[in-house]
């Protein structure tokens, strides 16, 4: 008879996510989710399959709880000033202390090298497509864009949404305010 689950999936799964956000995957070992999930070695690999099943599972809850934001971006009609408070939204959903945790997504970016995993990849260059698909949405309703300067813009934004994330680990929030307030002048 199988043994039924003593633990919610969600629940260890948003303290693994936590824990990946903080520390990054490369640097958080089995035994660290042991002991942040709560549940052993047995248990996450029986449901997760491996670290990569946890990440990936991380990457889900991570996007999931992002998807508010998004959401809020999508249903705007403000164009570009939607756009700007994405980028401030974001901070504070990334608020760690005082500075940042970044982006889960962009974290792993940075950490991850070539050899990584294709699945994770695929994860990341799938989400950064999707919010630069966004961002160009949301771009579309100013009247003043060409299909080109659309294309050109959104690819700005998602590139300095990707710097915000990488700076909001370390630069105060002035410093970001004012990295925010000039990607937007410069738009």
């Given at each position: 008879?199988?043994?039924?689950?003593?633990?919610?999936e969600?629940?260890?799964?948003?303290?693994?996510m936590?824990?990946?956000w903080?520390n990054g995957?490369?640097?958080?070992?089995?035994?660290m989710?042991?002991?942040?999930?709560?549940?052993?070695?047995?248990?996450?690999y029986?449901s997760?399959g491996?670290?990569n099943?946890?990440?990936?599972?991380?990457?889900?809850?991570?996007?999931a709880k992002?998807?508010?934001l998004?959401?809020?971006?999508?249903?705007?009609?403000?164009?570009?000033?939607s756009?700007?408070?994405?980028?401030?939204?974001?901070l504070d959903?990334?608020?760690?202390n005082?500075?940042?945790?970044?982006?889960?997504?962009t974290?792993?970016?940075n950490?991850?090298g070539?050899?990584?995993?294709?699945?994770?990849?695929?994860?990341?260059t799938?989400?950064?497509?999707?919010v630069?698909?966004?961002?160009?949405?949301?771009?579309?309703?100013?009247?003043?864009?060409?299909?080109t300067?659309?294309?050109?813009?959104?690819?700005?934004?998602?590139?300095?949404?990707?710097g915000?994330?990488?700076?909001?680990?370390?630069?105060?929030?002035?410093?970001?305010?004012?990295y925010?307030?000039?990607?937007?002048d410069?738009?």
């Amino acid at each position: 008879m199988a043994r039924k689950k003593a633990y919610i999936e969600s629940e260890v799964i948003e303290k693994a996510m936590n824990l990946f956000w903080r520390n990054g995957y490369e640097t958080t070992s089995m035994q660290m989710l042991e002991k942040e999930m709560g549940i052993n070695k047995f248990s996450i690999y029986a449901s997760f399959g491996s670290k990569n099943g946890v990440f990936l599972e991380s990457l889900e809850c991570y996007k999931a709880k992002l998807n508010g934001l998004l959401t809020k971006l999508k249903e705007s009609e403000k164009g570009v000033t939607s756009i700007k408070t994405y980028f401030y939204d974001f901070l504070d959903f990334s608020k760690n202390n005082e500075f940042g945790k970044g982006c889960l997504i962009t974290n792993t970016a940075n950490e991850i090298g070539e050899d990584a995993d294709a699945e994770i990849k695929k994860v990341l260059t799938d989400f950064t497509s999707e919010v630069r698909g966004i961002f160009k949405e949301s771009l579309q309703k100013e009247t003043s864009f060409s299909q080109t300067s659309l294309n050109q813009k959104a690819d700005y934004l998602i590139i300095a949404m990707f710097g915000l994330a990488s700076a909001s680990r370390m630069f105060q929030p002035s410093q970001l305010k004012s990295y925010i307030e000039n990607t937007f002048d410069n738009l």
